[in-house]
């Protein structure tokens, strides 16, 4: 069974820095590419960064860029992101994803495997 699963979600002020991990299982993710995403409450989820499967391409929504870095460890089997400079509008469930494809996807479809979220609050 492919698992997915989030930590290192919290309640932090504006301006900290938190850093999420998704550790896999069931099965290695050799040239997929994974990516996170969030949802905050009454709106769509969105991508937020993604990362290819070598790690020679990443991609992060504009909102994001210059603060968040995706990274992954193959041999662990592990994606990370590290959110600086957090906002409140970064508050959401942040999601880790996996997608069967060599180039980062920036619509939640072409994901076939998810986590079940990490709550990140930021107050202001």
């Known amino acids: 069974q492919v698992q997915l699963v989030e930590s290192g979600g919290g309640l932090v002020q504006a301006g900290d820095s938190l850093r999420l991990s998704c550790a896999a299982s069931?099965?290695?993710?050799?040239?997929?590419?994974m990516g996170w995403f969030r949802q905050a409450p009454g709106k769509e989820r969105e991508f937020v960064a993604g990362i290819t499967w070598i790690g020679d391409s990443t991609h992060y929504a504009d909102s994001v860029k210059g603060r968040f870095t995706v990274a992954r460890d193959n041999a662990r089997n592990t994606l990370s992101l590290q959110m600086n400079g957090l906002k409140p509008e970064d508050t959401a469930v942040y999601y880790c994803?996996?997608?069967?494809?060599?180039?980062?996807?920036?619509?939640?479809?072409?994901?076939?495997?998810w986590g079940q979220g990490t709550q990140v609050t930021v107050s202001s």
């Open positions: 994803a996996a997608a069967p494809y060599e180039i980062v996807r920036i619509t939640s479809s072409y994901y076939k495997y």
């Open positions: 069931g099965r290695t993710f050799n040239g997929w590419t």
